[in-house]
């Protein structure tokens, strides 16, 4: 226990001997994991997304303007009454384009010198049955008079979920050259540390210091960074996660996105995945200039 302390101590002198180098190789780990961190966010919450708007298929059914109220009524009857189709709700063009300005938030200026609401009325309805055909239904409904057009979310869901995997492996790697930036920015601090240190290290050896006995407090240094550059990472995803949070009725020009933070388990992965390359780092650093 007292070795441990000892060590401890001299890692923290080491650091606090070279503080300027050591701020520096923070930031950057820091920057580092935090890219990493937010794709990882990104990605999560983007997951979500897709998963909860797969349970059912949505479809909006757009109808033609100055519809008379009978004609609407007869086109809710005529959605109501096909098996499988729950109608969640009728968006009049004056809706419609209040929630548009809403989504736009500071850019819905771009809308208010319209001379005329483009937009058109809409029901929004799900399909309930997972045997239906979304296709036959779209052309079902794109039947009934009065309605222009129906879209529905499964085809960009499916064209988005190819799209995901595409950047999941981008995100392997981007990852991995992160992670070579963090053991490139350890080893060379520690290299740094070790120059500064070269002759008290030689004197330590004549008088019968083991390898090892020196090298234990480089390795706790480079872990104490790149457990340190792995917090502040998450502190600073954190601040992100709340940014994205508090304006989630406008991110992505979606409204009502519900923005989560990562699990524990990726919280955990981030802090453990930093302080190990922190420990690499400077094994490798070490291992340049000691027998092991």
């Known amino acids: 226990m007292g070795k441990l302390l000892y060590f ?13 180098i050591h701020l520096i190789s923070l930031g950057t780990i820091s920057i580092a994991i935090l890219i990493l961190g937010v794709f990882l966010l990104l990605l999560v919450n983007v997951e979500g997304w897709i998963k909860n708007w797969g349970g059912s298929i949505t ?60 937009l058109p009325a809409s029901f929004e309805i799900a399909i309930r049955e997972p045997k239906t055909d979304p296709a036959s239904i779209k052309r079902e409904l794109e ?52 120059y500064s240190r070269k002759e008290e290290i030689e004197i330590m050896k004549l008088v019968g210091a083991t390898d090892w006995f020196v090298k234990i407090p480089f390795l706790i240094e480079g872990f104490i960074q790149g457990a340190t550059g792995g917090l502040l ?32 388990f990726y919280m955990t992965a981030i802090v453990g995945l930093s302080s190990f390359l922190g420990f690499l780092g400077s094994l490798m650093a070490v291992g340049r200039f000691f027998e092991v």
């Open 143 to 194: 039947g009934i008079p009065g309605v222009v057009e129906v879209q529905y979310s499964e085809a960009w869901i499916k064209r988005f979920r190819g799209v995901m995997r595409l950047v999941r492996v981008g995100g392997m790697m981007l990852g991995g050259l992160l992670c070579l930036g963090v053991l490139f920015i350890v080893t060379n601090t520690i290299k740094l540390t070790i």
């Open 59 to 118: 479809m909006s059914v757009y109808l033609e303007d100055n519809l008379p109220k009978r004609q609407i009524a007869v086109i809710r009857q005529a959605l109501s009454s096909r098996e499988g189709v729950e109608i969640q709700r009728f968006i009049s063009k004056e809706e419609a384009l209040i929630e548009l300005k809403s989504a736009l938030g500071p850019q819905s200026e771009l809308v208010e010198g319209l001379t005329r609401n483009p």
């Open 8 to 20: 401890i101590r001299q890692a923290l002198l080491n650091i606090s001997q070279n503080k300027l």
């Open 233 to 264: 990472a998450l502190v600073s995803l954190f601040v992100f996660y709340l940014i994205m949070a508090s304006n989630k009725g406008i991110f992505l020009s979606f409204t009502l996105l519900e923005v989560v933070f990562v699990p524990h």
